[in-house]
Nanobody, 131 residues
């Protein structure tokens, strides 16, 4: 059974850092583009970042550029989202998702077509940025 499991969320003060992990079971993440998507209470889902199959392409939402970094550890079958300089507006449930069909050199980091691009989703991990 294909499964994605997020971890690493928690409560952090503004300006702090967290690293989220997205671990896969039942399949190898190397063959999938991976996205991080977040959803705050009362708001639509928002694409945050993505990494392509080839790892040659990464992309970020404007709101997190320069603060978040996505990476992949093939040996651990895990994708990470390093989040620095966190702001209260980063508070949300963060999901990772796997894209089985898009080009190996591209990934989707937008918000409008998430269900079109991403085939498998995790259950999410909560990130709260508050003093």
């Amino acid at each position: 059974q294909l499964q994605l499991v997020e971890s690493g969320g928690g409560l952090v003060q503004p300006g702090g850092s967290l690293t989220l992990s997205c671990a896969a079971s039942g399949f190898t993440l190397d063959y999938y583009g991976i996205g991080w998507i977040r959803q705050a209470p009362g708001k639509e889902r928002e694409g945050v970042s993505c990494i392509s199959v080839s790892d040659g392409f990464t992309d970020y939402a404007d709101s997190v550029k320069g603060r978040f970094t996505i990476s992949r550890d093939s040996a651990k079958n895990t994708v990470y989202l390093q989040m620095n300089s966190l702001k209260p507006e980063d508070t949300a449930t963060y999901y990772c998702a796997a894209d089985a069909t898009t080009s190996a050199s591209y990934c989707y980091s937008g918000s409008r077509y998430l269900n079109t691009y991403y085939d498998y989703w995790g259950q999410g991990t909560q990130v709260t940025v508050s003093s």
